[in-house]
Protein backbone atom coordinates (compact mmCIF):
# COMPACT_ATOMS: atom_id res chain seq x y z
CA UNK A 1 0.00 0.00 0.00
CA UNK A 2 1.64 3.16 -1.04
CA UNK A 3 2.08 6.46 0.17
CA UNK A 4 0.25 8.61 -2.19
CA UNK A 5 1.96 11.81 -0.16
CA UNK A 6 5.11 11.25 1.69
CA UNK A 7 5.71 14.59 1.57
CA UNK A 8 3.03 15.27 4.61
CA UNK A 9 4.32 12.02 6.75
CA UNK A 10 4.59 12.91 10.46
CA UNK A 11 8.06 13.58 11.54
CA UNK A 12 8.71 13.67 14.87
CA UNK A 13 12.18 15.44 14.66
CA UNK A 14 10.14 18.63 13.66
CA UNK A 15 9.42 21.47 16.10
CA UNK A 16 5.83 22.15 17.40
CA UNK A 17 5.53 24.80 15.10
CA UNK A 18 6.69 23.15 12.45
CA UNK A 19 4.36 19.96 13.26
CA UNK A 20 1.23 22.50 13.64
CA UNK A 21 2.33 24.54 10.12
CA UNK A 22 2.30 21.02 8.44
CA UNK A 23 -1.02 20.11 10.40
CA UNK A 24 -2.48 23.26 8.54
CA UNK A 25 -0.92 22.12 4.76
CA UNK A 26 -2.35 18.44 5.51
CA UNK A 27 -5.94 20.25 6.13
CA UNK A 28 -5.88 22.70 3.29
CA UNK A 29 -5.23 19.38 0.63
CA UNK A 30 -7.86 17.12 2.41
CA UNK A 31 -11.61 16.64 1.12
CA UNK A 32 -13.98 16.76 3.79
CA UNK A 33 -16.83 14.92 1.67
CA UNK A 34 -17.42 11.92 -0.03
CA UNK A 35 -14.99 11.18 -2.55
CA UNK A 36 -15.02 7.48 -3.11
CA UNK A 37 -16.64 4.51 -5.47
CA UNK A 38 -18.40 1.93 -3.43
CA UNK A 39 -21.89 1.61 -1.54
CA UNK A 40 -21.28 2.72 2.41
CA UNK A 41 -25.22 1.99 2.19
CA UNK A 42 -24.21 -1.93 2.07
CA UNK A 43 -22.34 -1.63 5.30
CA UNK A 44 -25.42 -1.76 7.39
CA UNK A 45 -26.61 -5.18 6.46
CA UNK A 46 -23.60 -7.19 4.81
CA UNK A 47 -25.60 -10.38 4.65
CA UNK A 48 -28.48 -8.65 2.56
CA UNK A 49 -25.42 -7.02 0.22
CA UNK A 50 -24.10 -10.58 -0.01
CA UNK A 51 -27.21 -12.10 -0.86
CA UNK A 52 -28.16 -9.63 -3.60
CA UNK A 53 -24.14 -9.74 -4.85
CA UNK A 54 -23.47 -5.94 -3.72
CA UNK A 55 -19.91 -6.16 -4.12
CA UNK A 56 -18.47 -5.09 -0.64
CA UNK A 57 -16.01 -2.90 0.58
CA UNK A 58 -12.45 -3.47 2.07
CA UNK A 59 -13.08 -1.60 5.94
CA UNK A 60 -10.40 -1.10 7.87
CA UNK A 61 -9.83 -0.38 11.51
CA UNK A 62 -6.92 0.99 13.41
CA UNK A 63 -5.88 1.41 16.61
CA UNK A 64 -2.66 1.31 18.76
CA UNK A 65 -0.95 -0.28 21.84
CA UNK A 66 2.27 0.78 23.82
CA UNK A 67 5.20 -1.43 24.98
CA UNK A 68 7.59 -0.47 27.98
CA UNK A 69 11.44 -0.56 28.66
CA UNK A 70 13.11 -1.85 31.46
CA UNK A 71 12.52 1.09 33.85
CA UNK A 72 8.49 0.94 32.56
CA UNK A 73 8.79 3.53 30.36
CA UNK A 74 6.37 3.73 26.86
CA UNK A 75 9.07 3.87 24.05
CA UNK A 76 7.38 1.71 21.45
CA UNK A 77 3.93 2.20 19.84
CA UNK A 78 2.17 -0.47 18.53
CA UNK A 79 -0.39 -0.18 15.30
CA UNK A 80 -2.75 -3.05 15.30
CA UNK A 81 -4.65 -2.66 11.81
CA UNK A 82 -7.94 -5.11 10.56
CA UNK A 83 -9.06 -5.47 7.51
CA UNK A 84 -13.08 -6.07 7.09
CA UNK A 85 -15.30 -7.47 4.57
CA UNK A 86 -19.01 -7.99 5.06
CA UNK A 87 -18.50 -7.83 8.47
CA UNK A 88 -15.63 -10.41 8.03
CA UNK A 89 -11.87 -10.53 9.18
CA UNK A 90 -9.82 -11.42 6.03
CA UNK A 91 -6.64 -10.02 7.39
CA UNK A 92 -4.67 -8.40 10.73
CA UNK A 93 -0.97 -6.91 10.65
CA UNK A 94 0.89 -4.54 13.02
CA UNK A 95 3.94 -2.88 13.33
CA UNK A 96 6.11 -1.72 16.01
CA UNK A 97 8.12 1.78 16.49
CA UNK A 98 10.11 3.56 18.38
CA UNK A 99 7.97 6.74 20.26
CA UNK A 100 9.49 9.67 19.09
CA UNK A 101 7.83 12.68 21.00
CA UNK A 102 5.21 12.49 24.04
CA UNK A 103 1.60 13.10 23.87
CA UNK A 104 0.68 16.24 23.07
CA UNK A 105 -2.81 17.15 22.53
CA UNK A 106 -3.59 17.72 19.30
CA UNK A 107 0.00 16.12 17.92
CA UNK A 108 -1.13 12.46 18.29
CA UNK A 109 -0.39 11.74 14.60
CA UNK A 110 3.11 12.94 15.06
CA UNK A 111 3.29 10.36 18.03
CA UNK A 112 1.30 7.75 16.32
CA UNK A 113 1.63 7.97 12.77
CA UNK A 114 4.55 6.06 11.96
CA UNK A 115 3.80 3.11 13.10
CA UNK A 116 0.54 3.38 11.48
CA UNK A 117 1.92 3.82 8.06
CA UNK A 118 4.61 0.82 9.11
CA UNK A 119 1.30 -1.23 9.32
CA UNK A 120 -0.28 -0.04 6.50
CA UNK A 121 2.87 -1.06 4.57
CA UNK A 122 1.98 -4.87 6.21
CA UNK A 123 -1.37 -5.12 4.38
CA UNK A 124 -1.97 -7.49 1.55
CA UNK A 125 -5.54 -5.99 0.80
CA UNK A 126 -6.02 -2.69 -0.55
CA UNK A 127 -8.28 -0.06 1.75
CA UNK A 128 -11.24 0.97 0.23
CA UNK A 129 -12.19 3.03 4.27
CA UNK A 130 -10.05 3.42 7.15
CA UNK A 131 -11.50 4.01 10.53
CA UNK A 132 -9.18 5.21 13.48
CA UNK A 133 -9.58 5.93 17.17
CA UNK A 134 -9.06 9.31 16.98
CA UNK A 135 -9.96 12.03 15.45
CA UNK A 136 -10.47 13.63 11.91
CA UNK A 137 -11.89 17.06 11.44
CA UNK A 138 -12.80 17.47 14.70
CA UNK A 139 -9.42 18.75 15.73
CA UNK A 140 -8.04 22.38 16.39
CA UNK A 141 -6.53 22.75 13.16
CA UNK A 142 -8.69 20.30 11.29
CA UNK A 143 -6.19 17.54 11.11
CA UNK A 144 -6.48 14.54 13.56
CA UNK A 145 -4.55 11.49 13.31
CA UNK A 146 -7.13 10.42 10.71
CA UNK A 147 -6.74 13.30 8.12
CA UNK A 148 -3.37 12.96 8.49
CA UNK A 149 -2.82 9.32 7.68
CA UNK A 150 -6.10 9.63 5.59
CA UNK A 151 -4.38 12.23 3.55
CA UNK A 152 -0.83 10.60 3.52
CA UNK A 153 -2.72 7.57 1.09
CA UNK A 154 -4.90 8.98 -0.04
CA UNK A 155 -7.55 6.64 1.13
CA UNK A 156 -11.19 7.72 2.10
CA UNK A 157 -11.25 7.91 6.52
CA UNK A 158 -13.10 8.62 9.24
CA UNK A 159 -11.82 9.66 13.04
CA UNK A 160 -14.00 8.15 15.91
CA UNK A 161 -12.66 9.48 19.42
CA UNK A 162 -14.03 8.77 22.49
CA UNK A 163 -13.96 12.41 23.66
CA UNK A 164 -14.48 16.08 22.51
CA UNK A 165 -10.91 17.04 21.63
CA UNK A 166 -12.52 20.80 20.25
CA UNK A 167 -15.61 22.48 18.88
CA UNK A 168 -18.85 23.02 20.12
CA UNK A 169 -22.09 20.36 20.07
CA UNK A 170 -24.97 22.37 18.31
CA UNK A 171 -27.41 20.73 21.22
CA UNK A 172 -27.36 18.51 24.69
CA UNK A 173 -25.00 15.18 23.90
CA UNK A 174 -26.36 13.77 27.57
CA UNK A 175 -28.41 11.05 27.66
CA UNK A 176 -28.87 10.67 23.91
CA UNK A 177 -31.00 7.89 22.56
CA UNK A 178 -29.12 4.89 20.39
CA UNK A 179 -28.35 5.77 16.73
CA UNK A 180 -29.15 10.03 17.93
CA UNK A 181 -26.86 12.43 16.13
CA UNK A 182 -25.82 15.86 17.18
CA UNK A 183 -23.32 18.18 14.76
CA UNK A 184 -20.43 19.69 16.22
CA UNK A 185 -19.42 22.62 14.99
CA UNK A 186 -16.12 25.10 15.05
CA UNK A 187 -15.67 27.46 17.67
CA UNK A 188 -12.91 29.69 18.68
CA UNK A 189 -10.07 27.06 18.93
CA UNK A 190 -10.66 25.55 15.73
CA UNK A 191 -8.97 26.99 12.29
CA UNK A 192 -12.33 26.90 10.49
CA UNK A 193 -14.77 29.93 10.41
CA UNK A 194 -17.23 29.38 13.49
CA UNK A 195 -20.00 27.23 12.79
CA UNK A 196 -18.13 25.09 10.44
CA UNK A 197 -19.79 21.70 10.72
CA UNK A 198 -16.86 19.45 11.92
CA UNK A 199 -18.54 16.39 12.89
CA UNK A 200 -21.01 14.57 14.57
CA UNK A 201 -21.74 13.48 18.03
CA UNK A 202 -22.76 9.82 17.76
CA UNK A 203 -24.68 7.76 20.06
CA UNK A 204 -23.76 4.34 18.95
CA UNK A 205 -25.27 2.74 21.98
CA UNK A 206 -27.58 3.13 24.92
CA UNK A 207 -28.39 1.43 28.16
CA UNK A 208 -32.04 0.89 28.32
CA UNK A 209 -31.81 1.87 32.10
CA UNK A 210 -33.01 5.37 33.32
CA UNK A 211 -29.95 5.04 36.20
CA UNK A 212 -26.92 4.18 33.67
CA UNK A 213 -25.88 6.08 30.49
CA UNK A 214 -23.25 5.62 27.81
CA UNK A 215 -21.38 8.78 26.45
CA UNK A 216 -21.28 9.58 22.43
CA UNK A 217 -18.41 8.70 20.27
CA UNK A 218 -17.19 11.79 18.27
CA UNK A 219 -17.07 11.06 14.55
CA UNK A 220 -15.29 13.14 11.93
CA UNK A 221 -14.46 13.13 8.23
CA UNK A 222 -10.73 12.02 7.96
CA UNK A 223 -10.12 12.35 4.10
CA UNK A 224 -12.64 11.75 1.18
CA UNK A 225 -15.58 11.31 3.65
CA UNK A 226 -18.25 13.92 4.51
CA UNK A 227 -19.41 14.55 8.52
CA UNK A 228 -23.06 12.46 7.49
CA UNK A 229 -20.87 9.74 5.58
CA UNK A 230 -19.17 9.54 8.31
CA UNK A 231 -22.38 9.38 11.27
CA UNK A 232 -23.73 7.14 8.99
CA UNK A 233 -20.83 4.38 8.60
CA UNK A 234 -20.31 4.81 12.36
CA UNK A 235 -23.52 3.63 13.24
CA UNK A 236 -23.56 1.05 10.54
CA UNK A 237 -20.76 -0.52 11.65
CA UNK A 238 -21.61 -1.14 15.48
CA UNK A 239 -23.25 -4.07 16.73
CA UNK A 240 -23.11 -4.91 20.40
CA UNK A 241 -20.77 -2.46 21.85
CA UNK A 242 -19.90 1.02 21.82
CA UNK A 243 -17.39 1.25 19.04
CA UNK A 244 -17.86 0.54 15.34
CA UNK A 245 -16.37 -3.29 14.69
CA UNK A 246 -13.49 -2.85 13.04
CA UNK A 247 -11.92 -0.48 15.72
CA UNK A 248 -12.91 -2.73 18.40
CA UNK A 249 -11.56 -5.98 16.50
CA UNK A 250 -8.26 -3.32 16.22
CA UNK A 251 -8.55 -2.58 19.76
CA UNK A 252 -8.70 -5.88 21.01
CA UNK A 253 -5.64 -7.06 18.72
CA UNK A 254 -3.26 -4.48 19.24
CA UNK A 255 -3.74 -5.65 23.48
CA UNK A 256 -3.29 -9.40 21.64
CA UNK A 257 -0.28 -8.71 19.58
CA UNK A 258 1.35 -6.37 22.82
CA UNK A 259 0.78 -9.39 24.85
CA UNK A 260 2.34 -11.80 22.62
CA UNK A 261 5.52 -9.74 22.52
CA UNK A 262 5.61 -9.07 25.92
CA UNK A 263 4.97 -13.01 26.71
Known sequence: MHQSRPDLAPDGSLSRAEMESLQREIAAVATFED?????????????????????????????????????????????AVVA??????????????????????????????????????????????????????????QAGIATHMGVVRDVPSIGVAKSLLCGTPRADTDDLPEGATIGIESNSRVDAPDGTLLGYAVQTRQYDSPNRYINPLYV????????????????????????????????????????????
Open 84 to 141: TRGGEVIERVHAVTPLEIPYIPGLLSFREGRPILAALEELAVEPDLLLFDGSGRIHFR
Open 220 to 263: SPGHRVGPETAADVALALTTSYKLPEPVRLADNYADEAKGEIDA
Open 35 to 79: DFSFDHTVLSNPLEAAASGDEQPVVVGVDQSFLTNAEGEQDRALS
